[in-house]
Nanobody
Framework: QVQVVESGGGAARPGGSVRLSCTIS????????VGWFRQAPGKEREGVSC????????LTADSVKGRFTIARDNSKNTVYLQMANLQPEDTAMYYC?????????????????????WGQGTQVTVSS
């Protein structure tokens, strides 16, 4: 049984930092790319960042580029999202998702259909 578990969310001040973790079990972790998505109330879910199987390729949405960094540790079956200089518009539920084996991080990485397993999400709230 595959489990995708996010952690690390919470409250932050504008300009602050938060690190999210996503631990995945029940599959061969290093065979899958992993993405982070977020959804704010009343808005559509959007792709935040993606990392390929060995961590050599990362893609990041323009809205967070330069502030958010994705990384993975295959020895721990974990993907991280380091978020810096947080802004109120970053407030959202953040989801971790695991791609089908045949997909990596490429042109259509934000398409939900490329992702086979999803976590339950972790809330990040940025306010003063």
């Amino acid at each position: 049984q595959v489990q995708v578990v996010e952690s690390g969310g919470g409250a932050a001040r504008p300009g602050g930092s938060v690190r999210l973790s996503c631990t995945i079990s029940g599959l061969t972790f290093e065979r899958h790319a992993v993405g982070w998505f977020r959804q704010a109330p009343g808005k559509e879910r959007e792709g935040v960042s993606c990392i390929n199987k060995n961590g050599a390729i990362t893609l990041t949405a323009d809205s967070v580029k330069g502030r958010f960094t994705i990384a993975r540790d295959n020895s721990k079956n974990t993907v991280y999202l380091q978020m810096a200089n947080l802004q109120p518009e970053d407030t959202a539920m953040y989801y971790c998702a695991v791609t089908f084996v045949t997909y990596g991080c490429s042109q259509y990485w934000t398409s939900s259909s490329r992702y086979e397993y999803w976590g339950q999400g972790t809330q990040v709230t940025v306010s003063s």
